[in-house]
């Protein structure tokens, strides 16, 4: 992304993409390492400090992904995570009432905006779809039309088993963490939705120190090894040190994370770099002008008022 806006859109707007990528997958870090951390004090019953079980996080996680296993692990953990969302969905069936579903009130999704924009989105992936899929467009079609279609199905079928339950619909009316209130009620349901948690960490964990550390390498010309201590460390400490604030601080990344870094790379960006394009190609006509100015014109309109929220 850096180097396509520098090179359509000037210098100046390539290192605004590349500090606001660092800042994107460091909101990510620190998410994951704040929920972590919630965990391991939840799951040891108070024995564990939640600051202990992010820096514990961050060290064990970081020593895979800076490993040759690292591929290995993470495919583990993507099928942990298939698993016990199996597990959840077989656990939550029973009590779903399709009565209470058809009665959502969908306006009440419009404070999870940011959310879903920071989790759904994965354009950062699309330059490595296109190099596996070796430039054929009918492939990375298929493979991102596919690839969309597993989330999309596995996130609607976690809002049945969760909202379709009466009295988590009542609770999660409140604002209240829904996945926290699961958590604590245990059950099948709490210890499939830990299990959710604890695999879905490791792998966004995996992913974002792989791309974090390649990002940082590339911008301060450091050798990529797990052994250059100068690229370990601006990998995985600021991430971990920001984390010790505590778990609150998982749904404020998210949030900021949507309303800021992810509108601005995937919404402002991109517009202004196929106008730049189309421009020089001589193919700039009418409609995509107006195409292209509607969507960096709504990304900057979202941008704009999710910060003023946040703030």
């Known amino acids: 992304m850096h180097s396509v806006v520098d090179t359509y859109l000037g210098k100046y707007w390539g290192v605004a993409a590349g500090v606001t990528f660092w800042v994107l997958i460091n909101c990510t870090l620190v998410?994951?390492?704040?929920?972590?951390?919630?965990?391991?004090?939840?799951?040891?019953?108070?024995?564990?400090?939640?600051?202990?079980?992010?820096?514990?996080?961050?060290?064990?996680?970081?020593?895979?992904?800076?490993?040759?296993?690292?591929?290995?692990?993470?495919?583990?953990?993507?099928?942990?995570?298939?698993?016990?969302?199996?597990?959840?969905?077989?656990?939550?069936?029973?009590?779903?009432?399709?009565?209470?579903?058809?009665?959502?009130?969908?306006?009440?999704?419009?404070?999870?905006?940011?959310?879903?924009?920071?989790?759904?989105?994965?354009?950062?992936?699309?330059?490595?779809?296109?190099?596996?899929?070796?430039?054929?467009?009918?492939?990375?079609?298929?493979?991102?039309?596919?690839?969309?279609?597993?989330?999309?199905?596995?996130?609607?079928?976690?809002?049945?088993?969760?909202?379709?339950?009466?009295?988590?619909?009542?609770?999660?009316?409140?604002?209240?963490?829904?996945?926290?209130?699961?958590?604590?009620?245990?059950?099948?349901?709490?210890?499939?939705?830990g299990a959710i948690a604890v695999f879905a960490s490791i792998s966004t964990l995996i992913g974002c120190y792989l791309a974090l550390s390649r990002f940082m390498a590339d911008t301060f010309s450091l050798p990529l090894s797990n052994t250059c201590v100068k690229l370990v460390a601006a990998t995985v400490v600021p991430s971990a040190l920001i984390s010790l604030k505590g778990p609150e601080l998982y749904y404020i990344m998210i949030k900021f994370a949507g309303c800021v870094p992810v509108a601005f790379l995937w919404g402002v960006l991109p517009p202004l770099v196929m106008w730049t394009m189309w421009r020089g190609d001589h193919a700039l006509t009418l409609p995509r002008k107006l195409f292209l100015a509607a969507g960096c014109g709504a990304s900057t309109v979202a941008m704009v008022v999710g910060g003023y929220y946040m703030c």
């Not at 961050?58 to 698993?83: D, E, H, I, P, Y």
């Not at 009440?108 to 899929?133: F, G, H, K, N, S």
């Not at 209240?176 to 958590?183: E, F, T, V």
Request: charged letters at 10%; glycine letters at 14%; proline letters at 3%.
């Open 31 to 193: 998410s994951q390492l704040a929920k972590c951390g919630e965990l391991a004090a939840l799951m040891s019953g108070g024995a564990l400090h939640s600051r202990i079980g992010s820096i514990a996080s961050a060290l064990v996680v970081a020593g895979f992904s800076f490993n040759r296993g690292a591929g290995k692990v993470n495919a583990l953990a993507t099928g942990g995570l298939f698993a016990a969302f199996g597990l959840a969905c077989v656990a939550g069936a029973p009590g779903v009432s399709t009565q209470l579903l058809l009665a959502g009130n969908m306006a009440a999704a419009l404070p999870a905006l940011p959310a879903i924009l920071q989790t759904m989105t994965y354009a950062e992936a699309i330059p490595t779809v296109v190099d596996m899929c070796r430039g054929s467009r009918t492939k990375v079609r298929r493979v991102l039309m596919l690839g969309s279609l597993g989330p999309t199905v596995m996130y609607s079928l976690w809002l049945a088993v969760t909202l379709g339950r009466r009295e988590l619909a009542t609770f999660g009316a409140t604002g209240g963490d829904l996945a926290g209130k699961i958590l604590s009620d245990g059950g099948m349901l709490g210890v499939a939705t």
